[in-house]
Nanobody
């Protein structure tokens, strides 16, 4: 599986962005998908995850209520809608695919290249 993340950019605090992650291959619907992020000087952290069917989602406490993960298995794409952004959300965002149970840990099988989100104050 190859993953291509897009949609990052510069946004003012309080604004919104939608990230997309397009996956190659015919088995996308078999994979749980996750979003992680890494801010400068910090470790990579979990943001959100969605089960293969889309019926179960997990969120980090820091983004719950502001971010929404979703997927379109017909388009082999997972999304991360980010609202009410703050400068603390500035990071490189990575999508990842896992053939197995949904998890908040970074134990994913495939990773995209990352897309930079910068939130100005």
């Amino acid at each position: 599986v190859q993953l291509q993340a897009s949609g990052g950019g510069l946004v003012q605090a309080g604004g919104s962005l939608r990230l997309s992650c397009a996956a190659s291959g015919r088995t996308f619907s078999s994979y749980a998908m996750g979003w992680f992020r890494q801010a400068p000087g910090k470790e990579r952290e979990f943001v959100a995850a969605i089960s293969s069917s889309g019926g179960v989602t997990y969120y980090a406490a820091s983004v719950k209520g502001r971010f929404t993960i979703s997927r379109d298995n017909a388009k082999n794409t997972v999304y991360l809608q980010m609202n009410s952004l703050t400068p603390e959300d500035t990071a490189v965002y990575y999508c990842a695919a896992r053939y197995g149970p949904l998890t908040r840990s970074p134990e994913y099988d495939y990773w995209g290249q990352g897309t930079l989100v910068t939130v100005s104050s």
